[in-house]
């Protein structure tokens, strides 16, 4: 929390403001029976502090893409996790402890291209060790991202490759990079 202090009215805004993102500060300060101001003055403090953030972003579970979880261990973690920083398919990346050191979240159309780019990026990277790959089959809550949906399209994915020059592009396992021209996909 970066140091901020939250009460328990500061807990029932937040609670508010997940339930309804769109609740008015009137509302919240009616709920509560305190003023606007005052109200005002706490989401603000709540938003600087980076306690609340306001992100727009697709619902995964109500989606029909894959999400796979891949944990492994990596000598350096943070070089994992800079790698893939703009890599369409990758939602986010956690350092964990135990067994794994990391653990990664990618979306996908198709569970091979998916595969492909943990194959291609992470199975053969030599800093790299124990790759443990896992499909989400039922999420309990809604999962909301924020997900890059437009591209200004090029021959280089983002992580450098030129997805015709890789093996698994041809054979339609991948269906190419969605932030290059090569991309046969119809949702990222």
Known sequence: MRGAEIDEIDKRIISYLMEDPRISQIEIARRLGISQPAVY???KRLEDSGVIEHVVGMNLKET???????DMTARDPWKVLSFFENCPMFIN????SGRHNLCLFFIGEKLSAIESCINSHIRKNPNVTDVEFNVVIAMA????????????????????????????Y???????????????GRFL
């Open 141 to 168: 809550k809604d999962l909301v991202v924020p997900i890059k949906m437009w591209y200004k399209k090029g021959s280089r994915s983002p992580c450098g490759k030129i997805c015709s020059d890789e093996t698994c």
């Open 170 to 184: 041809p054979s339609g396992k991948c269906i190419g990079c969605p932030a290059t021209t090569f991309y046969k």
């Open 41 to 43: 003055a706490r989401i």
């Open 93 to 96: 990346g956690l350092i964990t």
């Open 64 to 70: 029909n893409l894959y999400i796979a979880k891949i």
